[in-house]
T-cell receptor, first 112, second 114 residues
Framework: GESVGLHLPTLSVQEGDNSIINCAYSNSASDYFIWYKQESGKGPQFIIDIRSNMDKRQGQRVTVLLNKTVKHLSLQIAATQPGDSAVYFCAEAKAAGNKLTFGGGTRVLVKP | DAGVTQSPTHLIKTRGQQVTLRCSPISGHKSVSWYQQVLGQGPQFIFQYYEKEERGRGNFPDRFSARQFPNYSSELNVNALLLGDSALYLC?????????????FGNGTRLTVT
């Protein structure tokens, strides 16, 4: 079936540098993509979302890029901070409803 | 504003027992979804409810059931527990059941089956 996956299971980044987390998806019919941040002992926290009619969306210190041609999604975090250390999940949703299909997650470790 | 609240936070059960997990959505949210997250993996969709009706069901056995109440809170029931049911059970709410409005998750119930 369709799946959402991540290229890198662990990303180490120096504090203050920019982080880029990548995600590949296989369902070309997906209409909606989302990034979540999950800290230890907590549930996933919504970061940013993007619809398939867009290729870029910016939030506070975060940018999501969508390349539908190669079915690729990325999350960029500017000036990474220690508080950004967490597991990041991308997820997709089909147009028909709110069901999310998650990838396996990427752990981001911020080095001081 | 209160986020999605789940109870209990932790639970230990024995194989064969039954468990009920509870969820209160964000005020004003009418859709509730349940996800199972096994350690080291992404959450897996179990159910979605909107206005007390089931809107979707994931690939889980009939031992899993859920319902939504008139106040939009929800319960997830799991019968005949197996060791493999040990996981973090997440509840999420959203404004509507369609239109892909963002899901907001609670902190989950950690279920351990021994």
């Amino acid at each position: 079936g369709e799946s959402v996956g991540l290229h890198l299971p662990t990303l180490s980044v120096q504090e203050g540098d920019n982080s880029i987390i990548n995600c590949a998806y296989s369902n070309s019919a997906s209409d909606y993509f989302i990034w979540y941040k999950q800290e230890s002992g907590k549930g996933p926290q919504f970061i940013i979302d993007i619809r398939s009619n867009m290729d870029k969306r910016q939030g506070q210190r975060v940018t999501v890029l969508l390349n539908k041609t190669v079915k690729h999604l990325s999350l960029q975090i500017a000036a990474t901070q220690p508080g950004d250390s967490a597991v990041y999940f991308c997820a997709e949703a089909k147009a028909a409803g709110n069901k999310l299909t998650f990838g396996g997650g990427t752990r981001v470790l911020v080095k001081p | 504003d209160a986020g999605v609240t789940q109870s209990p936070t932790h639970l230990i059960k024995t194989r064969g027992q039954q468990v009920t997990l509870r969820c209160s959505p964000i005020s004003g949210h009418k859709s509730v979804s349940w996800y199972q997250q096994v350690l080291g993996q992404g959450p897996q969709f179990i159910f979605q409810y909107y206005e007390k009706e089931e809107r979707g069901r994931g690939n889980f056995p009939d031992r899993f059931s859920a319902r939504q109440f008139p106040n939009y809170s929800s319960e997830l029931n799991v019968n005949a527990l197996l060791l493999g049911d040990s996981a973090l059970y997440l509840c999420a709410s959203s404004l509507e059941g369609r239109d892909n409005s963002p899901l907001h998750f609670g902190n989950g119930t950690r279920l351990t089956v021994t």
